[in-house]
């Protein structure tokens, strides 16, 4: 509870005034798919110990060293997804129909004619690794509370225990800018700054610590709706390079080049009545409000990882494959945009951007998670193959750092008031967000990754039959579970989100069913495959207003999202 008595602002407090990263875009950026060739995902990606397809060396670059001649093959597919939300009983859907290309490149094969070492194996594969692209919408039909009450009780926390900001914090019009001050003062939310500016917030008592209400109170009503589009995707161009003993250990290892795109457009509106909005001279007027507010945050970058791995095939009937993956290591610049527009029944009809409409923009490095896989398979009478990986990843290892050419010091752009200011204004040291000595801008973001982040596990199971020589049918099954730690899937740690973006979610499990078919000539073969993935979502509008909170009151709008996918995938091949 603490905690939640400190919850100072949207940014997740830091003296940078202008960071927007968050243990939630950690959670995001590492999001991954079920992606390859149409033989790979019908057999639900089961291939750590079987090798010989262009995606197995995503999982396990071993098999890269079954391989005992060239191919080249290249996979594209229609991904048709369906998102439902359940926001208090109404219920709403949206479509989104993408084509990929999911994957494409070739294995070529040096032959050494030696029984030790029978051959050399190189491969260069392109792997879509994952998409971003969602779309949702919902619609709140009787909220219990409003943006600008949790606004309201984040302004009341202002810059030392027991003071709120005050208007001249907040005023951009002032002498220095509110947006990026350079008093060497510590700085006020950016949603703060925007909801003054919109009167989603009123000042009211002693002008030099104020308190400040929202436009929800007695006798308020109305309705909100959310929207949110993410886009983008993740890119890996890899380049792998085995072989084998004596055609019973085969090894292989990785080098990936990862492109990294990632966006989200968002929007929350209110609908109200009887909202409490400050007119002219101060006072506060009780009329019908409408506004909204959208936001856009664009990540983008490069990075790469390592991969190493083994398959180990005792017998004719069995192989044993491991293998591990280094964290990727990005660097990436990220920019974010924010404009809230509002109509009042007084007529009071205007826009406000924040950072008086500038893109706020910044370099970071960011370090993914840890993989290991473990994976057997078995094959029967020379026609029917059993598989399952096991793998395992620690999401609380994840951590944003700053740019190395940087040498440690702040990320330009991002406000620094000195360390001395930060260890005068808050000389406390109680393991709340006051108190410390900020020498970290990413301290309290990665001690929140801690915080929210667990170990995910994924099996994937997948079976192969050989109809005829030429003929197989497949399936296939994967299950991930949630890095998210239980507690906080159920609201039970404060979340800090960033900018003036309020509004965040937590996936829940993925599971994929999966199927198809295939035919394998002298040299050509094609592969069919069709890929059901469903995963819901908890969408939070907002968090929990900090007054609130101390009551242990959540009038938060929370929404339940179901996506639904269907992809179907051809791939094509010519072995030589």
């Not at 996979?75 to 208090?88: E, H, M, P, R």
């Not at 009211?204 to 949110?228: A, L, R, V, Y």
């Not at 069919?528 to 995963?535: D, G, I, N, R």
Request: glycine share 10%; aromatic share 16%; charged share 15%.
């Amino acid at each position: 509870m603490k905690k939640q008595i400190f919850i100072l602002c949207l940014l997740g407090f830091s003296p940078l005034l202008s960071q927007a990263q968050t243990a939630i875009e950690a959670i995001n950026f590492t999001q991954s798919d079920l992606k390859g060739t149409a033989r790979f995902m019908s057999m639900g990606g089961a291939f750590g110990a079987l090798g010989g397809d262009l995606s197995s060396i995503s999982v396990n670059p071993a098999g890269i060293g079954v391989y005992r001649s060239n191919e080249i093959g290249v996979s594209v597919g229609l991904d048709l997804q369906q998102a439902k939300s359940n926001s208090a009983g109404f219920m709403q859907t949206t479509n989104l129909t993408k084509f990929q290309l999911n994957n494409a490149g070739g294995v070529f094969t040096l032959k050494l004619n030696n029984n030790v070492v029978p051959n050399l194996n190189f491969a260069f594969t392109y792997n879509k690794t994952a998409s971003f692209n969602r779309h949702v919408r919902g619609t709140f039909p009787q909220l219990r509370n409003s943006l600008s009450n949790y606004i309201a009780g984040v302004t009341n926390n202002g810059p030392y225990p027991g003071e709120s900001w005050t208007e001249n914090d907040l005023n951009s019009t002032n002498s220095f800018n509110a947006w990026n001050p350079n008093d060497g003062n510590p700085a006020a939310p950016w949603m703060s700054i925007l909801g003054y500016e919109g009167l989603l917030i009123t000042p009211t008592g002693d002008s030099e610590n104020p308190t400040w209400i929202g436009q929800w109170g007695n006798g308020t009503s109305g309705n909100g709706q959310f929207e949110f589009r993410e886009y983008g995707g993740i890119d890996s161009y890899n380049i792998a390079f085995g072989g084998n003993f004596g055609n019973v250990v085969y090894w292989g290892m990785d080098f990936d080049i990862i492109n990294f795109n990632y966006g989200i457009s968002s929007l929350w509106a209110e609908n109200l009545k009887n909202a409490y909005v400050e007119a002219d001279g101060g006072a506060i007027d009780r009329i019908d409000a409408r506004w909204n507010l959208k936001n856009v945050y664009e990540a983008s970058g490069s990075g790469f990882n390592y991969k190493l791995g083994v398959i180990v095939k005792p017998i004719q009937e069995l192989r044993l494959g491991f293998s591990f993956q280094t964290p990727t290591w990005y660097s990436l610049t990220e920019s974010y945009t924010g404009q809230l527009n509002f109509k009042y029944a007084s007529e009071k009809d205007d826009s406000r951007s924040y950072n008086k409409g500038y893109p706020a923009t910044s370099d970071m490095n960011f370090r993914t998670p840890w993989r290991l896989t473990a994976s057997a398979a078995g094959v029967i009478g020379g026609r029917f193959i059993i598989s399952a990986d096991y793998e395992w990843a620690n999401f609380q290892s994840m951590r944003f750092s700053e740019p190395t050419y940087n040498n440690g010091y702040y990320t330009p752009g991002y406000y620094d008031p000195g360390y001395n200011d930060w260890g005068n204004y808050y000389p406390y040291s109680d393991n709340t967000r006051f108190g410390q000595y900020i020498s970290d801008p990413y301290q309290e973001t990665n001690n929140d990754i801690h915080n929210y982040c667990q170990s995910s596990n994924t099996f994937r199971l997948g079976a192969e039959f050989r109809i005829t020589p030429q003929f197989s049918v497949r399936a296939g099954y994967s299950y991930t579970s949630s890095p998210i730690k239980e507690k906080v899937r159920k609201g039970e740690e404060t979340i800090y989100t960033s900018d003036t973006r309020p509004s965040f979610k937590f996936n829940n499990a993925t599971n994929y069913i999966t199927a198809g078919a295939g035919y394998k000539g002298k040299h050509l073969y094609a592969d069919l495959a069709y890929v059901y993935k469903h995963q819901s979502s908890d969408y939070f509008a907002y968090p929990t207003d900090p007054t609130n909170a101390l009551m242990g009151i959540d009038t938060t709008p929370k929404s339940s999202i179901s996506f639904n996918n269907s992809q179907i995938l051809l791939t094509l091949g010519v072995k030589f």
